[in-house]
């Protein structure tokens, strides 16, 4: 990464948000436990970091080239396009060659049927060798050449419905397409279902800082063993857990970057109830999750607009990051969110997340917010 490119990445994430290790010796104070016995996930969980890892080489390659170029335009949506099949033919074919042996459901947000019109097949061609290239930069994968019919079909293999019986991954290949065209914080994120329980979830975060001046981590759970962080490089992990603060005050908090995608008033009406005094923290993606997880911030709030459903692939990663970090994440109404639906969410007005000592109060100020605003409508 050029060091332009890498002193825009470090600007993209609020100084005032320091990144560390806690202390190894930090016990978890909230626990979930295992949904399937305690079954270890370690296989599908090394599986999913590698997938994950590989589809994130892709994006940020994609990326690069976007920020080195002169085409920063919105309204040219070929390169996150390319990025968005590229990231999920990746993974697709990465989970089903580390585990041949399983039967194979993926639930995810794209599936190839633009793609096989006449004239997308320039950018066919450029997602498959985008995809080799990416393949071919693991020496796993070294002798493995996908034709532009095998990439189709490794993006159509997103198409299961999910819902609360077996195993389904769950995918978004980049959550955050905006912040990504602005190169700025985006992430990978998978999650396994069984048995419609998150029983393991991968965030890969490119722009996040990891320490010092290093730039992209990799976030990884699984149901009963807690999280765990490390550089998108390799370096060793390193275990983390959500913020202990007690006191609202003293709190920071995240919620979206667009406005289009959260209430922000609803949310600034919250922080004043609770008598919150820093600024909120807007970044693109599940990487807030990935933030909270390691305690940059302490709370979480995502509020979207009246007839927007939530999707089971923009959460299913984060909340079990998060939880398995000794946080809590529930609706707006206080209930655990439900992945057993199908593709999406069912939720009372919205998403919360913090730490267990915050959630009563913060729950309370939620609810009076939002019976509130409806008053004054």
């Not at 004043?272 to 600024?279: C, D, R, S, T, Y």
């Not at 729950?363 to 605003?373: G, M, Q, T």
């Amino acid at each position: 990464m050029s060091s332009v490119i890498l002193t825009r990445v470090l600007c993209t994430y609020p100084s005032n948000l320091k990144t560390k290790k806690p202390p190894f010796s930090l016990l978890r104070t909230f626990a979930t436990a295992a949904p399937v016995g305690s079954m270890s996930y370690q296989k599908e969980l090394n599986a999913a970091k590698k997938a994950a890892s590989l589809a994130a080489r892709l994006c940020q390659k994609v990326q690069k080239a976007i920020l080195q170029s002169d085409v920063q335009s919105k309204s040219d949506k070929s390169p996150v396009t390319v990025a968005d099949y590229g990231s999920q033919a990746v993974v697709s074919f990465v989970l089903e060659r580390e585990l041949p042996s399983e039967s194979f459901s993926l639930v995810a947000e794209e599936d190839s049927g633009d793609l096989r019109n006449e004239e997308a097949q320039e950018t066919l061609q450029r997602i498959t060798k985008l995809v080799n290239d990416t393949l071919a930069s693991d020496n796993t994968y070294s002798g493995s050449s996908l034709s532009a019919e095998d990439v189709l079909a490794a993006i159509d293999s997103g198409k299961s419905e999910g819902g609360p019986h077996g195993r389904h991954w769950v995918l978004d290949p980049i959550d955050g397409t905006k912040g990504f065209l602005r190169g700025d914080q985006y992430a990978v994120a998978l999650a396994l279902l069984d048995e419609g329980k998150v029983v393991l979830g991968v965030l890969a975060c490119p722009n996040l800082p990891s320490s010092h001046d290093k730039v992209g981590c990799l976030f990884f759970s699984q149901a009963g063993a807690g999280t765990e962080v490390q550089s998108l490089d390799g370096s060793p992990p390193v275990k983390v857990h959500v913020s202990a603060i007690e006191n609202p005050e003293e709190a920071s908090f995240f919620e979206s970057f667009e406005a289009a995608h959260s209430l922000h008033d609803l949310s600034s009406r919250i922080a004043n109830k609770l008598g919150v005094k820093a600024p909120p923290v807007r970044i693109d993606s599940q990487a807030k999750y990935g933030a909270l997880s390691r305690g940059d911030g302490a709370i979480y709030l995502r509020f979207p607009h009246k007839g927007y459903r939530e999707k089971i692939w923009d959460h299913a990663a984060g909340t079990i990051v998060v939880t398995e970090a000794g946080g809590v994440v529930t609706d707006a109404g206080g209930n655990p969110l439900d992945f057993s639906k199908g593709r999406y969410l069912d939720l009372d007005t919205g998403i919360i997340v913090t730490n267990p000592k915050l959630m009563p109060m913060l729950l309370k100020a939620v609810r009076e917010s939002i019976d509130e605003k409806a008053s004054s409508l």
